[in-house]
């Protein structure tokens, strides 16, 4: 199986900045493509952005096309989503997973969430 662990959640104002990281471990992280979803109080998880294996395809939701990008760097078996000029709407609990596609149970395996609050 593949673990994965999120990090560089918190709290930034509406405009703000950050980046979040998702590091793996026990699979072979190389061939896996990955995605980043978001969960918000009361809704359903949804998808944010994915990436294939080799980093040169990607994909965006529409609400976060432009202000958030994701990258992968394999050698160190992390994927990253940098967001920028972030909203109110943005805050959610946000998933790194392995697969591909826009739905969650296109993904085999997921990491434990980290928390993103954005406020003015």
């Known amino acids: 199986q593949v673990q994965l662990v999120e990090s560089g959640g918190g709290m930034v104002q509406v405009g703000g900045s950050l980046r979040l990281s998702c590091v793996a471990s026990?699979?072979?992280?190389?061939?896996?493509?990955m995605g980043w979803f978001r969960q918000a109080p009361g809704k359903e998880r949804e998808f944010v952005a994915g990436?294939?294996?080799?980093?040169?395809?990607?994909t965006y939701a529409d609400s976060v096309k432009g202000r958030f990008t994701i990258s992968r760097d394999n050698p160190k078996k992390t994927v990253y989503l940098q967001m920028h000029s972030l909203k109110p709407e943005d805050t959610a609990v946000y998933y790194c997973?392995?697969?591909?596609?826009?739905?969650?149970?296109?993904?085999?395996?997921w990491g434990q969430g980290t928390q993103v609050t954005v406020s003015s």
């Open positions: 997973a392995a697969g591909w596609g826009r739905r969650s149970d296109e993904y085999s395996y």
């Open positions: 026990g699979g072979t992280f190389v061939r896996l493509p």
């Open positions: 990436i294939h294996w080799s980093g040169g395809t990607t």
